[in-house]
């Protein structure tokens, strides 16, 4: 009844989407990307803005590994750890733009207009004979998060057990088990209690019931009561909790911060167990700081909930860098404040009684710490898993809830005890977090670049500033543009362009933005697509490479630009070439961008046919011939579309007009004026970074 009683209440707030009213009798449905019908609703809306999505990915990267952060440092020296610390923000940074500028490459999705997740990209790209991939691919997907949910629930209820015996004297739990060796309480069935006893001991266990008692405690219930409804909630119902939840996080660790100043730091303690330069265990340093950053896998989610134009690269580079910054001070200042080589986290620290330094205030805090930072990320988590579930037609709804919701509570008593959540994070960032978060959003991003060597002459000039190239028709009303002199493949007409040829020492126009065409000569013949040539004019390389639909005859009488704008007297004086130059590209930025919303258009008349096909007619055999052509043709089509983006990218001036929709557009997670091929390299050079990393740290864990 409960749990019916939490979905009848998520469903009410979602009471309408797009516009569209719902009713219990009638429930419509949509189809996802990846065929899955689902009801509306079982998706937010695009309504996260600018601050509100800043304050949702400091938390998804922040969580329970800020706890851990002194007890690695403690062991593995402060060195190390901050050195891969600022090395994973870099890495996980880029990771998440590639990630996402891959999913912008997806048919239709020029605009982030498409749901598509984490998951949904991996099936686009794993398909055929590579299926398994994909299989594999989901697999350690749920179980990162569903570990990531573990940790949060165990830290959580801990520590409000720890709260319940500051507070009353004892907290009481229900017990499954609990051998002889157990520190605190008898027996292995019932009820039992346990109070100041057990909260001033050693500090060498987290769990106020001892490391061998399985148990269900007040605490771990609270916890649930609290976050268990908001995790049957979307992502966009959620935002008011996260910006509290951020403003409580931020306090906290600069609460916590002042508190280590004034217990006093020992940098150069007589013992050098405080915090050494580099430790003598590293176990636990690798796998600990990757799992702090496996937020890469959320991002697809904040994205497809974002407001259009909200920036994407300062979004994640911002957030990122604040969670680094949260990481380092937690980790560097409470390990030389306090001893952490038993290995504890920082909350067991802080609420033991035997802790010397700490301020009543801080307690307080630590045990607000749950409440505020792990319990708000517990239902985000929760969302992510249904959201990728549902878009992928694993199960339906009522599932996906179980599994993304529910099952993480389960799990959570077995691993409840002792210090079992640390060995937890630590495997779990050994063996998923590299994969999913840095290898795989590389290797897509790698993949949706491909087509760039099949077609040299979508690329452009590769070593040019200004010149443009293009095989479309980029400015109709232009007449003096290159697209009026080369066959272009608009709509279905796919004939090979038709250019003159010309020979080393030909005089011959070449194409640049603001001025049109300049005088060059070819010094070498059509090579890789492109001729070489020479010009003196200050806006052309000595020598670049040229694509032969920027090419033309010389003509002596067309060199100075072809529209003047007349300045007024009273005006501030400014080059009229520069006047020009804005006018003519913000003409060639809106034609380009007429043209791409054609092609979008088609595509999503495509999906309109195939999402019939699944609802009205599935499994039938023509249907779904018919459904694989379409897909063919939306992927020609998001080619040429990505084309025109390319375009637009190069045309793009520093103070254009730019609608939100065509900023989205625009996203790259690297600057246009890095050459494909040199993307790939930074793609493969952060594959093999991270993979060195994970190794490194499997062997020394192992060992």
């Not at 976050?227 to 916590?256: H, K, M, R, S, T």
């Not at 006093?264 to 007589?270: N, Y």
């Amino acid at each position: 009844q409960f749990l019916y009683f939490i979905e009848k209440m998520s469903e009410s707030s979602r009471s309408t989407y797009n516009g569209t009213e719902r009713t219990e009798t009638d429930v419509q449905t949509v189809v996802t990307y990846s065929e899955a019908v689902v009801p509306v609703g079982s998706f937010g809306e695009k309504t996260i803005g600018m601050v509100s999505g800043f304050m949702l990915l400091v938390n998804n990267v922040t969580g329970p590994g800020l706890v851990t952060m002194p007890a690695v440092n403690s062991s593995g020296g402060w060195l190390l750890s901050s050195l891969l610390l600022f090395t994973c923000w870099v890495a996980s940074a880029i990771s998440s733009t590639m990630l996402l500028e891959a999913i912008k490459k997806m048919p239709g999705n020029s605009k982030f207009e498409q749901r598509i997740e984490f998951t949904t990209l991996a099936k686009h790209h794993f398909q055929g004979k590579l299926k398994w991939l994909y299989v594999i691919t989901l697999a350690i997907f749920l179980m990162s998060f569903l570990t990531t949910l573990v940790a949060s629930v165990i830290e959580s209820a801990q520590t409000m057990d720890s709260a319940l015996i500051e507070i009353f004297g004892k907290s009481c739990a229900f017990q499954f088990h609990n051998d002889e060796k157990a520190d605190v309480g008898t027996g292995s069935f019932g009820f039992v209690c346990v109070g100041d006893e057990s909260h001033s001991g050693s500090g060498t266990v987290d769990s106020p019931f001892g490391d061998s008692a399985y148990v269900i405690s007040i605490g771990y219930i609270l916890v649930l009561m609290v976050a268990l409804p908001l995790g049957y909630w979307n992502l966009d119902d959620n935002i008011w909790v996260q910006n509290f939840a951020f403003c409580g996080l931020c306090f906290i660790v600069f609460e916590w911060t002042i508190q280590c100043f004034v217990k006093g730091l020992h940098f150069h303690d007589s013992e050098p167990t405080n915090l050494p330069v580099v430790g003598s265990d590293l176990s636990s340093v690798f796998g600990t700081i990757l799992f702090n950053y496996a937020f890469v896998t959320t991002i697809p989610s904040w994205c497809n909930e974002k407001k259009v134009g909200v920036s994407i690269s300062k979004s994640i580079w911002c957030s990122s860098f604040l969670g680094t910054i949260m990481f380092f001070c937690t980790g560097i200042f409470a390990a030389a404040a306090w001893d952490f080589s038993d290995g504890t986290d920082l909350l067991a620290k802080l609420t033991d009684k035997n802790t010397s330094g700490v301020a009543e205030f801080t307690k307080v805090l630590a045990y607000a710490f749950p409440i505020i930072a792990l319990v708000t990320s517990i239902p985000i988590f929760s969302i992510i898993v249904r959201y990728n579930l549902l878009e992928n037609n694993i199960c339906g709804k009522f599932w996906a809830n179980f599994w993304g919701a529910l099952f993480p509570w389960f799990a959570a008593i077995a691993l409840y005890a002792g210090n079992a959540l640390n060995y937890t994070v630590n495997w779990a960032g050994l063996l998923t977090i590299v994969p999913l978060n840095f290898i795989l959003p590389a290797w897509f991003y790698i993949q949706s670049l491909d087509y760039s060597f099949e077609e040299p002459e979508a690329e452009g000039l590769l070593n040019t500033k200004n010149i443009y190239t293009s095989s479309h028709n980029i400015n109709d009303d232009d007449e003096n543009s290159p697209s009026r002199n080369v066959v272009t493949h608009d709509d279905d007409d796919d004939e090979e362009n038709a250019y003159p040829e010309y020979s080393i020492g030909d005089e011959v126009d070449a194409w640049v933005p603001g001025h049109q065409w300049v005088p060059c000569t070819v010094t070498s013949g059509l090579l890789d697509g492109c001729y070489t040539i020479e010009s003196d004019d200050p806006n052309v390389n000595e020598r670049t490479d040229v694509a032969p639909s920027n090419i033309r005859a010389r003509k002596m009488e067309e060199y100075s630009p072809r529209e003047i704008q007349e300045e007024e007297a009273s005006e501030e004086y400014i080059r009229p070439e520069d006047k020009l130059k804005h006018g003519v590209e913000q003409r060639r930025m809106n034609a380009l961008q007429a043209k791409l919303d054609k092609y979008e258009q088609k595509i999503k008349d495509l999906q309109d046919e195939i999402s019939v096909f699944v609802t009205q007619y599935p499994g039938e055999m023509e249907q779904q011939r018919l459904k694989v052509l379409h897909q063919q043709e939306m992927r020609k089509l998001q080619r040429r579309v990505d084309h025109l983006i390319e375009e637009m990218e190069r045309a793009k001036q520093g103070n254009m007009r730019l609608t939100p929709a065509m900023k989205d557009e625009l996203f790259t997670a690297l600057p246009s004026s890095v050459t494909n091929k040199n993307k790939v390299r930074i793609a493969w050079s952060l594959i093999v970074l991270t993979t060195v990393i994970n190794i490194v740290a499997l062997v020394y864990a192992i060992v």
